[in-house]
Each structure stands twice: as structure tokens, then as C-alpha cells.
């Protein structure tokens, strides 16, 4: 079992930063690729971003592209989502999550722990 914890959403105005953070316990964070991903009101949850279990790997969905920033701390057992940017657009409960599958996962069906999710609301 991994439990995973988000933090760091809020209301910003467009052309803002957030940084969110995701924190996990359990068992051993290294053995877990991680993925970050969004539903907005209305809509399916959708893949934002992943990260192997080195860190070494990430993938993006083509709206986070050069805006967004995957990583984590295996020290401290935690990922990051830097979002640099943001557009109205982005407004949505943010979600991470984390899968035993070797590699980045872009898959929403293959992760196996999630989170309770945090709110990132960006205003014109």
C-alpha cells in the first residue's frame, strides 16, 4: 500500500506559478513510477505528467509541454508538479499517483494508488 498526499493548489491568476507537491508513505517510493493528472468540472480525468522511478524519464500530455515540470525527491518521498503559465484552462483538481510498472506510465488505468486530490483554480 502507498498512501499519497497533494499539496500546494490554489487561486491564481493567469500567467501565474504553483508549485504541488505530493507526498508519499508506505512502501518504498523508489519502486514507484509516478504520474500527475487533472479532471476539470464536467470532464474525464486526464494525464498531465509522469516520472520514472529514477527520475531520469518524464513524459508530458501536449498542454503541459513547456509549461509544466515533473520531478521528485526520492530522500524525501515526494513529487513535484511545477506549473509555470497557467491559463484558466488549467483549472481542475489536480491528482497524483503511483504505479510498480517500470518506466513513465501515461496510462490512467495502469496506476494503482491515488490521491485525494488538490484544487488549482486560475482566474483571467
Known amino acids: 500500500q502507498v498512501q499519497l498526499v497533494e499539496s500546494g493548489g490554489g487561486l491564481v491568476r493567469a500567467g501565474d506559478s504553483l508549485r504541488l507537491s505530493c507526498a508519499a508513505s508506505?512502501?518504498?517510493?523508489?519502486?514507484?513510477?509516478m504520474g500527475w493528472f487533472r479532471q476539470a468540472p464536467g470532464k474525464e480525468r486526464e494525464f498531465v505528467a509522469a516520472?520514472?522511478?529514477?527520475?531520469?524519464?518524464?513524459y508530458y500530455a501536449d498542454s503541459a509541454k513547456g509549461r509544466f515540470t515533473i520531478s521528485r525527491d526520492n530522500a524525501k518521498n515526494t513529487v513535484y508538479l511545477q506549473m509555470n503559465s497557467l491559463k484558466p484552462e488549467d483549472t481542475a483538481v489536480y491528482y497524483c499517483?503511483?504505479?510498480?510498472?517500470?518506466?513513465?506510465?501515461?496510462?490512467?488505468?495502469?496506476?494503482?494508488?491515488w490521491g485525494q486530490g488538490t484544487q488549482v483554480t486560475v482566474s483571467s
Open positions: 508506505g512502501r518504498t517510493f523508489t519502486g514507484y513510477a
Open positions: 516520472i520514472s522511478q529514477s527520475g531520469r524519464s518524464t
Open positions: 499517483a503511483a504505479d510498480g510498472t517500470l518506466g513513465v506510465i501515461a496510462n490512467i488505468g495502469e496506476y494503482d494508488y
